[in-house]
């Protein structure tokens, strides 16, 4: 009579490898299905990341990405983006995980404005060279400036209510001459309309004249998404001022460079220029 082995059988041992792989794999899963990204995913768009555990670092493209409390971050996707762009993270736990993310292509408008002073499309003078790159910088800096919060998520208002004059995006040719794209959506409007902040934040940058964007606000709404307003006429509040959405903020103008009295209203996220227009509801018809 041959002698029963008490060892555990094969076939066990590869079900019980089985089981484990199985719970890992679902452990795993379940961490990483708590990754949420909602919002536009398009040229000029942005996307709201959440549910990513303290402690995970996130890049876009190859660049770092800011994650704030309760582990949330923003995305966003420049006017010339690419049709697709990488998004990585390392959780805390050393697992990684890569998405590849599809951003539709948009069409942009050429858009001809004439009658501009020459100095406005060309600078000439070593001075206004340099009042330009100081006034550059200035702007850039505080753009830099990261507060972990997310007041962004209560949503936002439009600024001002009215004909729309310029969209993102579009080519301009100023005075016949080929110039950057608009960066931003062009609200038409009479001098010393009032500006409203679209959504609660802290003033990182006022001053009543720069070369090119006259009158000038920026405010934060948190993790580096900041909203900007142009040629404006009246400066409300000051920089370090806490904003509250609906609270207003100056008055529209004409100044730097402008043919007639509209409010510019720009977005950024970090370095990247996006659509105001994606932040908020359409335009209401009756806005005037």
């Given amino acids: 009579m ?8 094969p076939h066990s041992t590869r079900w019980a490898q089985f089981v484990l792989m199985t719970l890992l794999m679902w452990l795993s899963g379940a961490a990483v299905a708590g990754l949420q990204l909602d919002g536009h995913f398009e040229q000029g768009g942005m996307a709201i990341g959440r549910g990513v555990p303290e402690g995970t670092r996130v890049w876009q493209d190859g660049v770092p990405v800011d994650v704030g409390p309760g582990g949330i971050f923003l995305l966003a996707f420049p006017r010339d ?29 050429i858009q001809r404005i004439d009658g501009l002073p020459a100095n406005k499309v060309t600078p000439r003078s070593k001075a206004e060279l340099a009042r330009i790159r100081r006034e550059a910088a200035a702007v850039k800096a505080a753009r830099r400036i990261l507060r972990r919060r997310a007041d962004f998520l209560q949503g936002f208002i439009w600024p001002l209510t009215g004909p729309i004059s310029g969209v993102y995006g579009s080519q301009r040719i100023l005075n016949g001459k080929p110039r950057r794209p608009h960066y931003g959506v062009d609200i038409a409007r009479p001098v010393g309309t009032t500006v409203v902040a679209p959504a609660d934040g802290v003033v990182i940058f006022a001053e009543p004249d720069l070369f090119f964007s006259g009158g000038t606000l920026i405010i934060d709404h948190g993790m580096r998404l900041n909203t900007s307003y142009l040629h404006l006429s009246k400066l409300l509040v000051k920089k370090g001022d806490h904003v509250k959405r609906g609270q207003p903020i100056a008055e529209v103008g004409m100044t730097g460079r402008a043919t007639g009295p509209h409010l510019h209203w720009g977005a950024n996220v970090r370095e990247v220029r996006i659509d105001p227009q994606l932040l908020v509801p359409p335009m209401p018809k009756d806005g005037a």
């Fill in 2 to 9: 041959k002698a029963v082995s008490r060892g555990v059988r």
């Fill in 81 to 109: 983006a690419a049709a697709e762009s990488v998004l990585e993270l390392h959780y805390p736990d050393g697992r990684t995980e890569r998405r590849t993310l599809k951003i539709a292509r948009r069409t942009f408008r």
